[in-house]
C-alpha cells in the first residue's frame, strides 16, 4: 500500500467548508483514495472513496488531483458533529492483505 | 439491519488468562478482518478473512488466533492475555475490496 501524509491536526469554524488535504505521492495506477473518520473511540465511519474522478456524496466530496499524488476531502459546511480523527488511506483493492492500513489521521477541531 | 456486532464492550483480565472477543455481521459480507487501536494511534491489522474456512495474518498477529467457520461471525481469540495487549479491538466487514468497510463499535480490553 502506499503510504498517506496527512497534516496532525486542523481547526475550522462552524459553518464553513473543511478542506482536509492528504499525499500519497507514491500511489499506484489501480489503488483507490479511500476517507474514513473516527469520532471520540468510536469505530470508524466510511466517507467517501474514489480512484481517479472527483466523487461527491451526501457527507463530502473528494477531489483527486490529475496526477492523483494527493487529494482533499471537502466537508462543504463543517458542524461541530463533525469534530474527529479523518483518516487518508490508500489500498489495492484486489490484494486483501492490504487491507485498509490506517496512518495517524488528521485530527479536526470545528469549532463555534 | 445490525451491521457488525462485537461483544463483549468492556473487558478486564489478568495476564496469562484467555478469552475471546465476539464479532458477527448480517450483511452477508465475505471479508471481515480485526484491528487493534492503541491510545493516540490509528489501527493495526491483526487478522483478516476472505471467507469462510480461510484467514490471514495481518500486521500484529503474534498472540492472537481467527478462525471463520461461518460467513457472518470472527472471532478473535487472546491465548494467554499480556499487559501489551491492553487496547479497544475493532471488527471489520465489507463485501468486496472496493468498497466502504463497516466496523463494530469496539472492545475495551484492559490486562493487568
Known amino acids: 500500500d502506499a503510504k498517506t501524509t496527512q497534516p496532525t491536526s486542523m481547526d475550522c469554524a462552524e459553518g464553513r467548508a473543511a478542506n482536509l488535504p492528504c499525499n500519497h505521492s507514491?500511489?499506484?495506477?489501480?489503488?483507490?483514495v479511500y476517507w474514513y473518520r473516527q469520532i471520540h473511540s468510536q469505530g470508524p465511519q466510511y466517507i467517501i472513496h474514489?480512484?481517479?474522478n472527483n466523487e461527491t456524496n451526501e457527507m463530502a466530496s473528494l477531489i483527486i488531483t490529475e496526477d492523483r499524488k494527493s487529494s482533499t476531502l471537502i466537508l462543504p459546511h463543517a458542524t461541530l458533529r463533525d469534530t474527529a480523527v479523518y483518516y487518508c488511506?490508500?489500498?489495492?483493492?484486489?490484494?486483501?492483505?492490504?487491507?485498509?492500513?490506517f496512518g495517524g489521521g488528521t485530527r479536526l477541531m470545528v469549532k463555534p | 439491519n445490525a451491521g457488525v456486532t462485537q461483544t463483549p464492550k468492556f473487558q478486564v483480565l489478568k495476564t496469562g488468562q484467555s478469552m475471546t472477543l465476539q464479532c458477527a455481521q448480517d450483511?452477508?459480507?465475505?471479508?471481515m478482518s480485526w484491528y487493534r487501536q492503541d491510545p493516540g494511534m490509528g489501527l493495526r491489522l491483526i487478522h483478516y478473512?476472505?471467507?469462510?474456512?480461510?484467514?490471514d495474518q495481518g500486521e500484529v498477529p503474534n498472540g492472537y488466533n481467527v478462525s471463520r467457520s461461518t460467513t457472518e461471525d470472527f472471532p478473535l481469540r487472546l491465548l494467554s492475555a499480556a499487559p501489551s495487549q491492553t487496547s479497544v479491538y475493532f471488527c471489520?466487514?465489507?463485501?468486496?475490496?472496493?468498497?466502504?468497510?463497516?466496523f463494530g463499535q469496539g472492545t475495551r480490553l484492559t490486562v493487568v
Open positions: 488511506i490508500v489500498s489495492l483493492g484486489n490484494n486483501a492483505g492490504n487491507m485498509l492500513t
Open positions: 507514491t500511489i499506484s495506477g489501480n489503488e483507490y
Open positions: 474514489g480512484l481517479k
Open positions: 450483511m452477508n459480507h465475505e471479508y
Open positions: 478473512s476472505v471467507g469462510a474456512g480461510i484467514t
Open positions: 471489520a466487514s465489507l463485501s468486496n475490496l472496493n468498497t466502504e468497510a463497516f
